[in-house]
């Protein structure tokens, strides 16, 4: 016997079974998130800029950054789903401003396919800036130019750490 919106349905053929599950499938999978924090599944994983897939970051707890910080350890997660792993960190794109640095990280890509939606392990990685940070801001670049930006991760805006 078929089951229609949690009701049995008597004398529904297999065609049109198979018709409303492929229908109720494509719901489910148009609903899916690539915000880590979300819980549900991800049919592909998010994508950077031609350089593995999306990754945040925020300032690890007890870092000591000042005007003349040079480097600093960051806390890395994958934005999209992956069973609760963040992956191999690659090293990040650093763009120099007169008030802002902007640190983008990616992490390594996945293949295709489906992955759970734990949060995702943050994982430690070394900025070297190689000048002091000066009177800028660090502003993680994910939060700016992808999708991100829309994200739990970046609710609160770009900025990491600001003089």
């Given amino acids: 016997m078929a089951v229609l919106a949690g009701r049995p349905v008597k004398g529904l053929s297999a065609a049109f079974r198979v018709l409303v599950g492929s229908v109720a499938m494509s719901v489910l999978v148009a609903a899916c998130s690539t915000d880590a924090a979300s819980g549900t599944v991800s049919i592909s994983p998010t994508s950077g800029p031609g350089r593995g897939d999306t990754a945040v970051w925020s300032v690890k707890a007890g870092e000591n950054l000042s005007n003349s910080s040079q480097s600093f350890t960051v806390q890395v997660s994958r934005l999209g789903c ?82």
């Fill in 82 to 163: 992956n069973g609760g792993v963040t992956g191999a960190v690659l090293e990040p794109t650093i763009t120099f401003g007169d008030s802002e640095i902007v640190v983008t990280f990616a992490v390594e890509s996945l293949p295709p396919g489906m992955y759970t939606c734990p949060s995702n392990v943050e994982v430690p990685s070394v900025v070297n800036l190689g000048q002091p940070i000066g009177d800028r801001k660090l502003v993680d670049g994910a939060c700016r130019a992808n999708e991100a930006r829309t994200t739990s991760f970046c609710i609160d805006g770009a900025t990491r750490w600001s003089p």
